[in-house]
């Protein structure tokens, strides 16, 4: 059975700083790993979806990584903003099944 | 857009009361969607999984007489929650999946954020 954790639980940082927030799954058979931003009260907005096939996914300040053989995804976020403050989560799909959530990692970014 | 649309995205209800949340795929026939339950600062739960035409498949632990999903049509599944209490006061989000033209998608909806009072 998937499991999926996410560290840190929780990062505060001022802003501009460049970040990595981690994920880690136990069954390397994904089928893709995505990555959802979560504001309070507020649904997933998508951020980036990586196919097994893939190494990395880029969008704007934003770069996924993914180690299939170890287990793990990166999710970088450059020159961080105030808007960017979210909660983060990382979800595994293993095919034919369902995406399995982390619990997630809160950031603040602080101005 | 949004290939998945999920209503409504707030609803109040009394204690007692039942009240329905409806997940339609816009783009794509699903015949699989998914519902999911995040309590207050946890991450997301699968409660069960929908299947159009067939019952539902409940994880361990999820009530299926008080969370009744149905999936009538490849486009549309609805989670009613039935005699709701505060302690259901969530946030539900569902998924649905693409299988179309050799890919397997999910996409997720907006989610739902349920009080209960």
């Known amino acids: 059975k998937q499991e999926v954790t996410q560290i840190p639980a929780a990062l505060s940082v001022p802003e501009g700083e460049n970040l990595v927030l981690n994920c880690s799954f136990t069954d390397s058979a994904i089928y893709n790993l995505q990555w959802f931003r979560q504001d309070p009260g507020k649904g997933l907005t998508s951020l980036l979806l990586i196919q097994s096939s893939q190494r990395e996914q880029t969008s704007g300040r934003l770069n996924a990584s993914l180690d299939k053989s170890s287990g793990r995804s990166t999710l970088y976020i450059a020159a961080s903003q105030p808007g960017d403050s979210a909660t983060y989560l990382c979800?595994?799909?293993?095919?034919?099944?369902?995406?399995?959530f982390g619990p997630g990692t809160r950031l603040s970014v602080l101005p | 857009g949004a290939v998945v649309s999920q209503h409504p995205s707030r609803v109040i209800c009394k204690s007692g009361t039942s009240v329905k949340i409806e997940c339609r795929s816009l783009d794509f026939q699903a015949t699989t969607m998914f519902w999911y339950r995040q309590f207050p600062k946890q991450s997301l739960m699968l409660m069960a999984t929908s299947n159009e035409g067939s019952k539902a498949t409940y994880e361990q632990g999820v009530e299926k007489d008080k969370f009744l999903i149905n999936h009538a049509s490849l486009t549309l599944s609805t989670l009613t929650v039935t005699s709701a209490h505060p302690e259901d006061s969530s946030f539900y989000i569902c998924?649905?999946?693409?299988?179309?033209?050799?890919?397997?998608?999910?996409?997720f909806g907006e989610g739902s954020w349920l009080t209960v009072v």
């Open positions: 979800a595994a799909y293993n095919y034919g099944q369902n995406f399995v």
């Open positions: 998924s649905a999946r693409d299988r179309g033209q050799g890919v397997d998608t999910i996409y």
